[in-house]
């Protein structure tokens, strides 16, 4: 069964899951997540369908798999982690702990062809919404104690399907990176009074790093990008979590996702790229940051400096960034607006 080890001494934790030996031997000439090609999946814990204008959740069941659906959500056939793992805790110096979780697909468009910068603004919103009732749902079960959502987009993202959709992976502790960004900003609030993400906010509201706003949403390049063409997305007033987020935040965010993610496929000829949501952990008593977005395009491997020291060297600065995302994101938001 998979197992989780972590480091001799560093805060880092490493997955190695169950099915290491058939991964390479599953890709076949048939995308699993298209339409026709249901039953190359676990069954859909959740098919979003439109029935006479109304969005329905429904699921499989034995014999009936749900059609003509919009967003498509299962148990992955290679889960980095498992519900039901037997395998042996182990003590210090070689530390491991069974790699126990759900680790969920959303699929986020039924069309092969469009990814995440060419579906429409309200499917945005239709995978946002699907994806806030997952993430409640999966704080219910049993040793939840974090769920994380990304998305890897292209070849070069780290993922063998290139079909749209978003990751589900829960974990019976807080990861090491969502621990120190909210243990930091907690002592940022207790040395100042304020959130640090708030103070960022208000300084690159209007300033040279802005990609776009929207009414509730603010796209930026952070001062201290690590990579190339980073950006992340913030909601403008301080919150903690995508769960807690209403209907018309929904539609807002979808539109500035949709843009800018649209402003960069064509500025950067449709690169790979990873999208990272960073959400609270949502259990009792845990700390809290302000959410946000974090999109990194994939346009050069890393170096010894990076991998061994910590350090990064970004050959473009977030200034010139910003301002050539900005551009094509902003054109693409007139296109997006003008065809609603
Ligand atoms: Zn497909
Ligand atoms: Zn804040």
Redesign the pocket.
């Known amino acids: 069964m998979g197992e989780l080890r972590k480091d001799y001494v560093m805060e880092k934790f490493v997955v190695f899951p169950d099915n290491i030996k058939t991964k390479q031997n599953n890709i076949s000439d048939q995308c699993p997540y298209c339409p026709g090609n249901e039953h190359l999946t676990e069954p859909s814990l959740v098919s979003l369908v439109i029935k006479e204008g109304m969005l329905q959740r429904l699921s499989d069941s034995e014999g009936n798999l749900i059609k003509n659906w919009e967003v498509r959500v299962f148990n992955s056939k290679q889960p980095c982690l498992v519900p039901n793992n037997s395998s042996l805790y182990t003590e210090q110096p070689l530390y491991s702990e069974p790699a126990y979780g759900y680790h969920q697909i959303l699929v986020a468009t039924p069309n092969h062809q469009d990814d995440f910068s060419k579906i429409s603004v309200e499917q945005w919103a239709n995978v946002l919404l699907v994806l806030q009732d997952r993430i409640r749902h999966l704080y219910t079960q049993k040793r939840v104690t974090y769920v994380s959502a990304f998305i890897n987009s292209g070849i070069g993202s780290g993922t063998e399907i290139t079909h749209a959709h978003v990751n589900i992976v829960t974990f019976s502790e807080v990861p090491p990176m969502i621990e120190s960004t909210a243990l930091l900003s907690h002592k940022f609030v207790n040395e100042n009074g304020t ?1 640090p ?2 103070v960022a906010i208000s300084t690159e509201s209007d300033g040279p790093r802005q990609v776009l706003t929207t009414d509730n949403f603010i796209a930026f390049c952070p001062w201290a990008s690590l990579y190339a063409y980073q950006f992340s997305i913030y909601p403008k007033k ?1 919150s903690t979590t995508l769960t807690k987020i209403s209907q018309k935040e929904i539609s807002d965010l979808a539109m500035i996702l949709r843009a800018t993610l649209g402003g960069m496929a064509h500025m950067l000829d449709n690169p790979s790229f990873n999208l990272i949501f960073q959400l609270s952990p949502e259990k009792k008593n845990s700390r809290q940051f ?1 959410w946000h977005i974090e999109i990194f395009p994939q346009l050069y491997p890393l170096t010894g400096l990076e991998k061994g020291f910590g350090v990064f060297v970004n050959n473009v600065l977030p200034e010139k960034s910003a301002l050539e995302l900005g551009s094509s994101a902003r054109k693409e938001l007139a296109k997006l607006v003008g065809v609603e």
């Open positions: 959130c993400s708030c301080h302000h």
